[in-house]
């Protein structure tokens, strides 16, 4: 089964750049899609971004389009959330999520797999 951690993220100021890890356990990763959540407290848990399975195609939440990047490295069993241009409304937990599909969007009820999360926090 697979296992997803999350790292990288911490204390930024407005304006600044993180970059966040997923990095899976099992062997499968390669094949399947991968999502990036968050979610502040006291609202529900969003979308952010997602990769193919492949790693061809992503899509983005339109209030991220333009500074996040979803990346992925399959032999490293890896995926990657670059940050930039930060903003205090970015500030939440962030979660990576996969699913064996070719679907990578944002419903978070498609994705079998969950990290445990990070916390990334955005001063202004």
């Known amino acids: 089964q697979e296992q997803l951690v999350e790292s990288g993220g911490g204390l930024v100021q407005a304006g600044g750049s993180l970059r966040l890890t997923c990095a899976a356990s099992?062997?499968?990763?390669?094949?399947?899609?991968v999502a990036w959540f968050r979610q502040a407290p006291g609202k529900e848990r969003e979308f952010v971004g997602a990769?193919?399975?492949?790693?061809?195609?992503?899509r983005y939440a339109d209030s991220v389009k333009g500074r996040f990047i979803v990346s992925r490295d399959n032999g490293n069993k890896t995926a990657y959330l670059q940050m930039n241009s930060l903003k205090p409304e970015d500030t939440a937990s962030y979660y990576c999520?996969?699913?064996?599909?070719?679907?990578?969007?944002?419903?978070?009820?498609?994705?079998?797999?969950w990290g445990q999360g990070t916390q990334v926090t955005v001063s202004s």
């Open positions: 990769i193919s399975w492949k790693g061809g195609s992503t």
């Open positions: 099992g062997r499968a990763l390669s094949t399947h899609a």
């Open positions: 999520a996969a699913v064996n599909a070719i679907y990578y969007g944002p419903n978070l009820l498609e994705y079998d797999f």
